[in-house]
């Protein structure tokens, strides 16, 4: 399976995915960091790929993207953005009700 598949099928198989550096126990910069916090505070269950362990993803994902840094949250296999998007998703409750829709989602 070549990579852009890789990421295709993690997408699908997952509500939510953080493509990050290192893991949610140990992130392994501050921006993945501070996106695991606020998913955390949200309340929401997500899968999350260590782009440091997969220079093939670390590499081809931005392409994918069109983004061209890490982390990476992608909630119903939709970019939604990096670190900053995130935290002002936090601040303004939009991300509580997007994590609340994909539980109910799953409930449904």
């Not at 493509?19 to 899968?47: D, I, N, Y």
């Not at 220079?55 to 081809?60: L, M, Q, S, V, W």
């Amino acid at each position: 399976m070549d990579v852009i598949e890789q990421i295709k099928t993690t997408l699908a198989a997952h509500p939510i995915v953080l493509f990050m550096k290192g893991t949610p126990q140990f992130p392994m910069c501050g921006f993945s960091s501070r996106t695991v916090q606020a998913l955390k505070e949200a309340g929401a269950e997500f899968h999350a790929v260590n782009v440091l362990e997969d220079p093939e993803i670390r590499a081809n994902l931005p392409r994918y993207s069109n983004w061209p840094t890490f982390p990476q949250l992608f909630i119903h296999g939709e970019l939604i953005g990096g670190c900053d998007i995130t935290l002002e998703l936090q601040a303004s409750g939009e991300l509580e009700r997007m994590v609340r829709d994909v539980a109910r989602d799953r409930s449904e």
